[in-house]
């Protein structure tokens, strides 16, 4: 279970403190999906970076399975967060002097050169993804949805227990778009990950087992409509 207790996150500024988490909680089973919508300003990216573990919450509790992650020490948190958290952003961050392969391939060189696994995991991934044929170009040879398609692969290589998109189909046209909304869900259950998505778009959120709505700091479920 992926669990997130009390959960609160304050800034300093010059007119005093700056709350935009307040005791907020969230649970997600292993192969659940959920959709996260809500205004800007509301701490839609301040959530998604807790739960990457690219900053620390102020204070609460955060748990995958039996793992504490906000007493992991940082090199623990980095090694912990490659491993086991996929990231899908709506800028797909491909590096642009690597092909679409070694882009997928990416994650696994934290420890050193890609095993022999990796490699042919990699080569599936590009398959299931509909680039298989693409595995040399770069990513300006690519249009925007097939660089979000690489994106999704690289975020799976790893076989992550969490999926986090960010506004993942924010810069594509609607047909794409629903490509890409198609893609993601299919793989992460075939993954049997947890998804956790973060959109302005009614529609995409719709298609989510769960939708809910960060709102004065917290989650609030929203009724199927």
Do not use: C
């Amino acid at each position: 279970m992926l669990e997130l207790r009390a959960i609160t996150k304050s800034y300093p500024t010059a007119a005093g403190e700056l709350k935009v988490l307040s005791e907020l909680d969230l649970s997600l089973a292993p192969g659940e999906n959920i959709a996260i919508i809500g205004p800007s300003g509301s701490g839609k990216t301040t959530l998604l970076n807790i739960l990457g573990l690219l900053e620390p919450p102020t204070s609460g509790d955060y748990r995958i399975d039996d793992a504490n992650l906000l007493t992991l020490a940082p090199a623990d948190a980095a090694r912990y967060r490659n491993r086991a958290i996929g990231f899908v952003f709506q800028d797909h961050h491909l590096l642009p002097q690597l092909n679409v392969l070694e882009n997928v391939l990416l994650p696994t060189w934290a420890a050193g050169n890609p095993p022999a696994e990796a490699l042919s995991r990699a080569a599936t991934l590009l398959d299931q993804v509909g680039l298989a044929a693409r595995k040399t170009h770069r990513p300006a040879e690519l249009s925007g949805g097939e660089r979000q398609r690489v994106a999704i692969a690289r975020a799976l290589i790893n076989q992550p227990k969490l999926l986090i998109a960010d506004e993942p189909t924010g810069n594509l046209d609607p047909r794409t778009a629903t490509q890409i909304a198609d893609l993601l869900l299919e793989s992460q259950r075939a993954a049997a990950a947890r998804l956790i998505l973060v959109t302005h778009s009614i529609e995409l959120a719709s298609r989510f087992a769960r939708r809910l709505r960060l709102q004065d700091g917290r989650l609030h479920e929203v009724a199927p409509s």
